[in-house]
């Protein structure tokens, strides 16, 4: 069962962690900053087990068909963080590569240049893209907790360890406190 999460943390050589490393700076990073730090640790989670789920679904029905790459690094949990950025995103258009796109189109654009990261696997990261879809547009809405229980998740181990540690961005988990970092 632990595998389920620990998967996260595989990484075959340096380009696949390095890769791995930029996707989940930019795209959990902002991430973080709308739910707060407490949220993000407990969908980090969420994701990572519904896209394990997944994957160990489809891969039986895929590997009849064609060679399935091993689930392995943070890139499916990044894509289900970007498939509920892009779902709950009020923009319709942005810019990709300098052409204008509709928001919703951009992580299977994504998905697509992930398909040539080495040792990435284009299943486990289509599994993190739809659960984050289907979070996104509420179909698990039975995973979210009202920013009442964030906050007080803050003032509890380990999380008021985080925000005591020098360098560390700790996100607050309620809207107005975060308004509040925000602004200070």
Not at 23 to 28: E, L
Not at 135 to 155: M, T
């Amino acid at each position: 069962v632990h595998r389920l999460v620990t998967y996260i943390f595989v990484y075959e050589d340096l380009i696949s962690l390095t890769c791995g490393a930029i996707i989940i700076w930019y795209f959990a990073g902002s991430f973080e900053k709308n739910v707060g730090t407490v949220k993000h640790c407990f969908l980090t989670m969420v994701f990572a087990v519904l896209s394990a789920l997944m994957y160990l679904l489809l891969e039986t029905v895929v590997s009849r068909v064609t060679e399935v790459e091993d689930a392995k690094g943070f890139m499916p949990v990044a894509f289900a963080t970007l498939g509920v950025s892009t779902t709950r995103s009020r923009m319709k258009r942005t810019l990709l590569f300098g052409v204008r796109v509709p928001v919703v189109l951009v992580p299977w654009f994504m998905l697509c240049i992930a398909w040539f990261i080495p040792h990435s696997s284009l299943l486990s990261n289509l599994c993190g893209l739809l659960a984050g879809e289907a979070y996104g547009l509420g179909y698990c809405f039975c995973l979210d907790f009202p920013e009442s229980v964030g906050s007080k998740l803050d003032r509890v181990f380990p999380f008021s360890l985080l925000k005591r540690i020098p360098g560390l961005k700790y996100i607050p988990g309620s809207l107005a406190e975060r308004r509040a970092f925000e602004s200070s």
